[in-house]
């Protein structure tokens, strides 16, 4: 049965709340700007802008505020009245206030397309791995003991299946192969878990900022968005607890490891919270391992989510993408076996198997697995604090954060700009990835994802030009216009 949508914001149960004193956490030890109602104002925007307090969240009433800050009523009124004049908060005689985003301007679909045109630093996609040549030709070989069939495996290859499963067992995860099913990708593996879990009108929790295309996938099936803040330090456990038992969402996507975008790694503690949350919020949970084995730093990596979870609610999704080559469309999902079965009926409105050679490729690289993570983090280290010695350097007003793995850098800057740099910043050949890009309401323009899969040397060319389109900007503001994110 579908779930009972909620209403419209600032009328009931649709808002969420924020009581006085876990918004006075999210703003800070008290305030020492003068005057101090504008440093609470200003506070508090930035919490909206940055997507940690969601839009449509309804704020505590002005006496509760005062007290949890240890100010004035006085003062609270004359923040709350900034807001409302800056258009970061609407209220309604009897309803309260809630939280909102001014109009930026900025509409139209975006997408991840790769350019040959720029320095490309918006897509996270690095080139292949060492011995994936060689693998092929391993794999056309092996294709003449499958040519006698009709070339159709619906739950993955059955060797692909044993070398996943494999996998989780070293990383500290009972596996059987019977609880993997293999997909076209990531994406896809996204796709399907959410048109078997979601029903319309159901709530579903995302961390802001989150992967923009699991975004989709939820509007995709009538689901509406509920989001928790989520930084480079990691995720607000209070905040994320209070969501679950808030919402009750019938599913929540997360990217526990090196999330996308702020490369945030959740600990063991938080990963059980998370579980426990989800469990007695009766929520399932998806979560995204796209890149679990990208990390950069020494020092030993937390279990998978599913390591605590008893009773099946975890889906994990896993792929070879980020690891392997992004042309091998290898992806999965790890769930119990009555939830791979249900898995193939959904598939089968889209497709009916995926490629026995990509699968085979994918299977004697997993043979070396460890060799790989090895290499790929040794080159995607030196990447990274190439890309982050460049920034500082070149852009020293810019607070980039030094990720412990995965991909990319969320770099803030201190003036919301983000659609419109990215717009003058083609002009100058570089292509970064705006923030609101992986919000769920236009937030974010205070941040920039930039990807450093490219050797040193392109990445320091790169941060010149972004530089450059930069002062530009800063120099002839323009409001931000859609565009194709590439």
């Known amino acids: 049965m579908a779930r009972q949508r909620t209403d419209r914001p600032g009328t009931g149960a649709g808002t969420r709340r924020i009581n006085g004193t876990l918004l006075a956490r999210l703003i800070g030890a008290s305030p020492v700007q003068r005057p101090y109602y504008l440093a609470i104002a200003r506070a508090v925007s930035g919490l909206v802008l940055d997507g940690r307090v969601p839009t449509h969240t309804r704020l505590p009433a002005e006496r509760d505020l005062a007290t949890a800050l240890g100010v004035s009523r006085n003062t609270v009124t004359a923040a709350y009245a900034w807001l409302r004049d800056h258009r970061f908060l609407d209220s309604r005689q009897g309803a309260g206030s809630w939280t909102a985003l001014p109009d930026s301007g900025s509409k139209g679909p975006v997408s991840f397309a790769p350019t040959t045109e720029h320095i490309d630093l918006g897509v996270a996609a690095p080139p292949a791995v060492d011995g994936l040549r060689e693998a092929s030709f391993h794999a056309s070989e092996q294709l003449a003991a499958h040519i006698g069939g009709i070339g159709y495996y619906p739950y993955g290859l059955p060797e692909l299946r044993h070398a996943i499963a494999r996998r989780y067992v070293e990383r500290g995860l009972p596996t059987t192969p019977e609880q993997i099913f293999v997909t076209n990708g990531a994406q896809q593996a996204i796709t399907l878990a959410m048109d078997m879990l979601l029903q319309e009108g159901d709530q579903v929790l995302v961390e802001s900022p989150t992967y923009p295309h699991a975004s989709d996938a939820v509007r995709r099936n009538g689901a509406r968005i509920r989001t928790t803040g989520t930084t480079p330090q990691g995720w607000d456990m209070e905040y994320l607890v209070e969501a679950f038992r808030q919402w009750k969402p019938a599913l929540a996507y997360m990217i526990p490891d090196f999330q996308n975008p702020t490369g945030a790694l959740m600990d063991d503690d938080e990963r059980r919270v998370l579980v426990r949350e989800a469990r007695r919020a ?133 003036q919301p700009v983000a659609t419109a740099l990215a717009e003058t910043a083609a002009r100058h050949g570089v292509h970064p990835a705006a923030g ?35 002062g530009e900007t800063l120099d002839h503001p323009a409001q931000p216009r859609g565009r194709l994110y590439v």
């Open 282 to 414: 009766g929520t399932h949970l998806l979560v995204d391992e796209s890149v679990a084995e990208l990390g950069i730093d020494s020092g030993d990596l937390p279990a998978p989510v599913a390591a605590h979870d008893p009773d099946g609610r975890v889906l994990t999704v896993g792929s070879v993408a980020k690891l392997l080559w992004g042309g091998l469309r290898v992806g999965w999902i790890r769930a119990t076996a009555p939830t791979v079965a249900r898995l193939m009926s959904v598939r089968q409105r889209f497709d009916l198997a995926g490629s026995v050679h990509d699968q085979l490729t994918a299977t004697h690289l997993l043979a070396d697995v460890l060799r790989i993570r090895a290499e790929r983090s040794r080159q995607l280290r030196r990447n990274r604090d190439a890309l982050v010695e460049a920034l500082r350097k070149r852009l020293p007003s810019w607070r980039p954060n030094v990720p412990p793995g995965g991909l990319v850098v969320w770099a803030a800057m201190p």
């Open 436 to 470: 609101p890009v992986f919000g769920t309401d236009g937030t974010l323009e205070h941040h920039l994802r930039l990807s450093y899969t490219q050797p040193p040397q392109v990445l320091a060319d790169a941060v010149d030009r972004l530089a450059a389109a930069y």
